[in-house]
């Protein structure tokens, strides 16, 4: 199992601003960074292409800018941000340096991943930076994201770009250097070598942000990145800046998640994890039954109400009556529009409103139930 660790040609590693800063104020931990590099490093030189999701900017900005900890209010810490890329940065250079590696930064925002054409225009750029024996090194942008700065998104953002560089391994470092069977402040937790399916995972064991106090993420978030890359065939492991480089040769180290066997399409995952609904379709409890046993379209006749505002080709979440989001998909109509079809058939809609109404409303090609 854990020889597709060694086989893997194409690895995300993620790092967290607790691994790469130490206790909250202080400042980059160069010695942190020069042990991921040089994990980085052998892993290249067995003929790997690496890419680096890095948290850290808004620490690294706290000690320059006289700050003790991680701040509350979204304009300090776009300006910790601001302050902390280009020190993250500088390091990186200096540290990957020593073995004659070019790295490049790649700042992201929600957006880019969101938006097919971005995401696209992104895939390219990381492509031709790894053929060009460049290392990446992408954090979310957070100097000018607003709902980016938020509960652990760069444990999602890792699993997205593991989708995006189709990825062999997805790796993520945490000052919590594996998934234990109960909190790791128990004395009697035991470590969790491997998870066959995330679905086993009992959540509610699990803690809450990092220790240091500089990190935005937590295990919560890593199993939800497990759960992304997992569901795309994408194995991931969970380990420390300590333990990386023999996690990376196969040592029993951390917690490796295996991949599923039947794997979900990259289109359904990004609809999933990575789009952002602008609306809602209600629909009655033959409807919600249908779509998440049989795996079939929904039609109008199974919609009750519709909420917001959307046009066609938007992603829109789905629901219940009890207003329990079981779904999200593409739907095939504006908003404006759906009221006037609810609870009719399609053969009933094309008599009356012309041919282009006898279709779904979301195809199941285009609709993905979510975690249930």
């Known amino acids: ?52 999701v890095s948290s850290g900017a808004i620490a690294a900005g706290l000690s320059p800018l006289g700050l003790k900890t991680r701040p509350k209010d979204l304009a300090t810490q776009q300006a910790a941000a601001a302050v902390g890329q280009g020190l993250l940065m500088h390091r990186y250079t200096e540290s990957f340096a020593r073995y004659a590696i070019t790295t490049s930064q790649i700042l992201l925002t929600t957006q880019d991943v969101i938006h097919r054409s971005h995401y696209q225009n992104a895939q390219r750029t990381l492509y031709r930076l790894l053929a060009l024996g460049v290392v990446p090194i992408i954090n979310e942008n957070d100097t000018v994201g607003t709902q980016e700065i938020r509960f652990g998104d760069n444990d ?26 109960s909190p790791p402040r128990n004395p009697q937790a035991r470590r969790i070598t491997s998870v066959a399916s995330v679905s086993d995972v009992d959540e509610s064991t699990l803690g809450g942000a990092g220790s240091a106090g500089v990190g935005s993420g937590g295990m919560l978030t890593k199993i939800e990145a497990a759960r992304i890359s997992t569901g795309a065939g994408i194995p991931m492991l969970l380990t420390s800046l300590k333990e990386v480089g023999s996690a990376l040769l196969g040592e029993d180290c951390g917690t490796y998640f295996e991949a599923q066997p039947s794997k979900s399409n990259s ?10 609904p602008h609306g809602r379709l209600i629909v009655d409890s033959g409807a919600v039954k249908a779509l998440i046993e049989r795996s079939v379209s929904l039609l109008p006749a199974g919609v009750t109400q519709v909420v917001g505002e959307f046009s066609a080709g938007d992603a829109v979440e789905v629901s219940g009556e009890d207003g329990k989001v079981f779904a ?43 975690k249930i």
Do not use: C
């Open 267 to 276: 289109r359904l995952l990004w609809l999933a994890h990575a789009s952002t």
């Open 156 to 181: 999602r953002l890792a699993a997205l770009v593991s989708l995006l560089m189709g990825a062999d391994l997805l790796v993520l470092i945490s000052d919590i250097d594996a998934l234990y069977d």
């Open 1 to 52: 199992m854990r020889s597709h660790i060694v086989d893997a040609k194409k690895i995300v590693i993620k790092i967290g601003s607790s691994s790469l800063t130490g206790n909250a104020g202080a400042q980059l931990d160069s010695i942190a960074v020069d042990r991921l590099v040089d994990a980085v490093s052998s892993a290249r030189a067995r003929g790997a292409e690496v890419t680096v």
């Open 328 to 370: 999200r998909g593409l739907v095939a109509f504006d908003s404006v529009e759906i009221p006037q079809m609810l609870g009719r058939s399609t053969k009933e809609l094309a008599r009356e409103l012309g041919p282009e109404y006898e279709r779904e409303l979301i195809h199941r090609d285009d609709l993905v139930i979510l």
